[in-house]
């Protein structure tokens, strides 16, 4: 009586495996999946730069087509933060945060507080491997930009004040790696979305334009791999 059990039991086990194989098989190759993540190099990289030059360029509004005058700006710094995991030999990909900040300079403004940029991104990066220990590569960046940032004006003309929004992120770049230390040099554009508003004591009108403003920026950096 008890090997009947026994043998009944056996068929239901063996019932039961067989209707859940392909279940089983998708939890193997999850887990298969997870795996082969975990065992990829994964690389955190922290950077610090200043940028070399700048440029601007408004399109939309009063302003359109006109190029951003370059004393309105000055060269700022970046701070910056990326995790990367590799895909390949030669390429990675991941994410980054980055805190940039650019003082403004306009003649006859009484106020500003200058342009705070925190891109939020992704990134992917191709390194050309070689006997040595010196490794150049290649990167692109696309993500959005959290901006802020205002200025306000006043003159024998008019008075007005202008607010700067967030917008897209986008920068291409290169650079080197020795063992864990990095020099970067990248040429990153924010698509700045800016409100503004002017009164001339007869008029007062209000206008939305982009501000697409270039940056060309050197880093240094260390890379923490595991």
């Known amino acids: 009586f008890r090997l009947k059990r026994v043998i009944i039991y056996l068929i239901h086990l063996v019932n039961y495996l067989l209707q859940e194989e392909t279940s089983m098989k998708k939890l193997l190759l999850?887990?298969?999946?997870?795996?082969?993540?975990?065992?990829?190099?994964?690389?955190?990289?922290?950077?610090?730069?200043?940028?070399?030059?700048?440029?601007?360029?408004?399109?939309?509004?009063?302003?359109?087509?006109?190029?951003?005058?370059?004393?309105?700006?000055?060269?700022?710094?970046?701070?910056?933060?990326?995790?990367?995991?590799?895909?390949?030999?030669?390429?990675?990909?991941?994410?980054?945060?980055?805190?940039?900040?650019?003082?403004?300079?306009?003649?006859?403004?009484?106020?500003?507080?200058?342009?705070?940029?925190?891109?939020?991104?992704?990134?992917?990066?191709?390194?050309?491997?070689?006997?040595?220990?010196?490794?150049?590569?290649?990167?692109?960046?696309?993500?959005?930009?959290?901006?802020?940032?205002?200025?306000?004006w006043r003159n024998i003309l008019e008075r007005g004040e202008a607010k700067i929004k967030g917008g897209l992120y986008t920068g291409i770049g290169t650079g080197i790696q020795y063992k864990n230390f990095v020099v970067d040099l990248s040429y990153n554009w924010n698509s700045m979305r800016v409100n503004r508003t002017v009164n001339t004591g007869f008029t007062r009108y209000e206008d939305k334009f982009n501000l697409n403003h270039g940056t060309l920026t050197l880093g240094l950096g260390y890379s923490f791999g595991f």
Do not use: C
């Open 30 to 152: 999850l887990g298969a999946l997870i795996s082969s993540v975990a065992m990829a190099a994964n690389t955190v990289e922290l950077r610090a730069g200043t940028d070399l030059s700048h440029s601007g360029k408004f399109k939309g509004g009063f302003s359109d087509g006109a190029e951003l005058n370059k004393k309105s700006t000055k060269n700022g710094f970046e701070l910056a933060a990326e995790y990367r995991t590799s895909l390949t030999d030669a390429w990675e990909f991941g994410g980054g945060i980055a805190y940039k900040h650019n003082k403004l300079n306009e003649e006859g403004s009484f106020e500003k507080k200058g342009i705070h940029q925190v891109p939020l991104y992704l990134t992917t990066r191709y390194n050309f491997k070689n006997s040595s220990e010196v490794t150049p590569y290649v990167k692109a960046n696309l993500g959005y930009s959290f901006n802020s940032g205002s200025m306000k």
